[in-house]
């Protein structure tokens, strides 16, 4: 019988090719056992290496997990062998390729004929534990184990019954959004504030740790969408929010308490409204000495134009601007709020020179008291400040 030295038996064992001398005289490979991590695979931040022998998955809750035990030299007729171990138990996972507990793991053939795959399908709390793959090589009292000890987490989720969903509040009204999430690790809550007047929740500033907002008295400015962020080690998740808040008419010109233009140009005011709930178009008028401006009438045209932010703006064109036109204008507008209106008022004079409109340019043309003529100059004019209008409101 040969006896290997034993410098030599250490370098063989250290390139896990040493050779096992039995009784018969016949020298047996001892078999390679690995262990694939399919899903998650090895790229993922996922997967720990505890020891040479043992890894650390960190599976998420509901997801199926995939692993492939191979084996290289083991001999003809040996089993590779699942098991399910826990503290005080151990479970044979198959026979073969056959599945011992199909209703929660599937075994299938791995990329090799020495390969087994196993798949721990729709991960639960109960699944956490060990799984090993267990390969004997001479009987069965020698054997080579891998294992991959799986911890279950769960992203953040809402409670929808515990969190807000769209809220609706009037001016003066406490208002309180609410969210709560449930995860594993427990998730850590805060909310931010998008669109509205600006990112700043009022009385918090731009980021409020926990699940709720309070407003003790909430404000038209309070209005706009809030995102609950719920995060853990594993992921995070936003449940958005949306507070609208009802208040009366605020009416505003935008040229100020003032404006004015040279006659035989044209006229442009810019009356701002906002309100929730909007109000109807018939419901914002212009008044100039107890009259109601008409559209088309004396060289007027209206154009009302919905923005952003429950804000409609009311956009006057008075072309040819004459003596007729001088004086004070008042925006009105009503909504369905208790006392819902609100005014602004203007005072319009003649100026010696033109006055630059929205577009940069003044529209001076004293041939017609017909907005929609000279057709080369007026209407096309006109149109041009609608649409510059409008992309300064939504740029």
């Given at each position: 019988m040969a006896i290997i030295p034993s410098n030599m038996c250490?370098?063989?064992?250290?390139?896990?090719?040493?050779?096992?001398?039995?009784a018969s005289g016949q020298e047996i490979m001892t078999p390679i056992v690995t262990i694939t991590d399919v899903n998650p695979d090895s790229k993922s931040d996922r997967i720990t290496t505890l020891t040479s022998t043992l890894s650390r998955v960190d599976a998420i809750l509901g997801e199926n997990i995939i692993f492939e035990c191979s084996v290289l030299y083991m001999k003809t007729g040996r089993p590779i062998l699942w098991k399910?171990?826990?503290?005080?138990?151990?479970?044979?996972?198959?026979?073969?390729?056959?599945?011992?507990?199909?209703?929660?793991?599937?075994?299938?053939?791995?990329?090799?004929?020495?390969?087994?795959?196993?798949?721990?399908?729709?991960?639960?709390?109960?699944?956490?534990?060990?799984?090993?793959?267990?390969?004997?090589?001479?009987d069965r009292s020698t054997e080579i184990r891998r294992s991959r000890r799986v911890h279950v987490y769960e992203l953040p989720r809402f409670e929808i019954q515990d969190t807000s969903f769209e809220t609706s509040a009037s001016v003066g009204d406490s208002v309180r959004l609410?969210?709560?999430?449930?995860?594993?690790?427990?998730?850590?809550?805060?909310?931010?504030?998008s669109a509205g007047?600006?990112?700043?929740?009022?009385?918090?500033?731009?980021?409020?740790?926990?699940?709720?907002?309070?407003?003790?008295?909430?404000q038209a400015s309070d209005r706009g969408t809030y995102i609950c962020n719920a995060i853990n080690r594993i992921g995070s998740s936003q449940w958005p929010v949306r507070l609208s808040v009802n208040f009366k008419p605020a009416v505003s010109f935008e040229n100020g308490a003032r404006a004015s233009q040279k006659f035989g140009c044209t006229l442009e005011?810019?009356?701002?409204?906002?309100?929730?709930?909007?109000?109807?178009?018939?419901?914002?008028?212009?008044?100039?000495?107890?009259?109601?401006?008409?559209?088309?009438?004396?060289?007027?045209?209206?154009?009302?134009?919905?923005?952003?932010?429950?804000?409609?703006?009311?956009?006057?064109?008075?072309?040819?601007?004459?003596?007729?036109?001088?004086?004070?204008?008042?925006?009105?507008?009503?909504n369905t709020v208790k006392d819902g209106t609100g005014s602004a008022t203007i005072q319009v004079t003649?100026?010696?020179?033109?006055?630059?409109?929205?577009?940069?340019?003044?529209?001076?043309?004293?041939?017609?008291?017909?907005?929609?003529?000279?057709?080369?100059?007026?209407?096309?004019?006109?149109?041009l400040i609608i649409v510059q209008i409008l992309l300064a409101k939504f740029h």
């Amino acid at each position: 019988m040969a006896i290997i030295p034993s410098n030599m038996c250490s370098f063989f064992c250290l390139t896990v090719l040493c050779m096992i001398v039995v009784a018969s005289g016949q020298e047996i490979m001892t078999p390679i056992v690995t262990i694939t991590d399919v899903n998650p695979d090895s790229k993922s931040d996922r997967i720990t290496t505890l020891t040479s022998t043992l890894s650390r998955v960190d599976a998420i809750l509901g997801e199926n997990i995939i692993f492939e035990c191979s084996v290289l030299y083991m001999k003809t007729g040996r089993p590779i062998l699942w098991k399910y171990m826990t503290n005080t138990s151990s479970i044979t996972l198959n026979d073969g390729l056959k599945s011992l507990d199909a209703s929660k793991y599937r075994i299938s053939q791995g990329t090799s004929q020495l390969s087994i795959r196993l798949e721990i399908m729709s991960v639960a709390y109960s699944s956490e534990g060990t799984y090993m793959c267990e390969v004997f090589y001479d009987d069965r009292s020698t054997e080579i184990r891998r294992s991959r000890r799986v911890h279950v987490y769960e992203l953040p989720r809402f409670e929808i019954q515990d969190t807000s969903f769209e809220t609706s509040a009037s001016v003066g009204d406490s208002v309180r959004l609410r969210c709560k999430a449930v995860g594993m690790p427990t998730p850590r809550l805060y909310w931010l504030r998008s669109a509205g007047s600006s990112s700043v929740i009022r009385d918090y500033g731009r980021q409020v740790e926990g699940s709720e907002i309070l407003f003790n008295s909430v404000q038209a400015s309070d209005r706009g969408t809030y995102i609950c962020n719920a995060i853990n080690r594993i992921g995070s998740s936003q449940w958005p929010v949306r507070l609208s808040v009802n208040f009366k008419p605020a009416v505003s010109f935008e040229n100020g308490a003032r404006a004015s233009q040279k006659f035989g140009c044209t006229l442009e005011l810019l009356c701002v409204v906002e309100a929730n709930p909007e109000p109807a178009q018939g419901a914002i008028t212009v008044t100039k000495g107890g009259e109601t401006l008409k559209d088309g009438s004396n060289g007027v045209r209206l154009f009302h134009m919905r923005g952003a932010d429950s804000t409609i703006y009311l956009s006057i064109f008075i072309y040819p601007f004459e003596s007729s036109h001088v004086g004070t204008y008042t925006c009105s507008a009503m909504n369905t709020v208790k006392d819902g209106t609100g005014s602004a008022t203007i005072q319009v004079t003649a100026s010696d020179t033109p006055v630059p409109g929205r577009t940069g340019a003044a529209i001076c043309s004293g041939s017609s008291r017909n907005i929609a003529t000279p057709a080369s100059v007026a209407a096309p004019a006109a149109l041009l400040i609608i649409v510059q209008i409008l992309l300064a409101k939504f740029h």
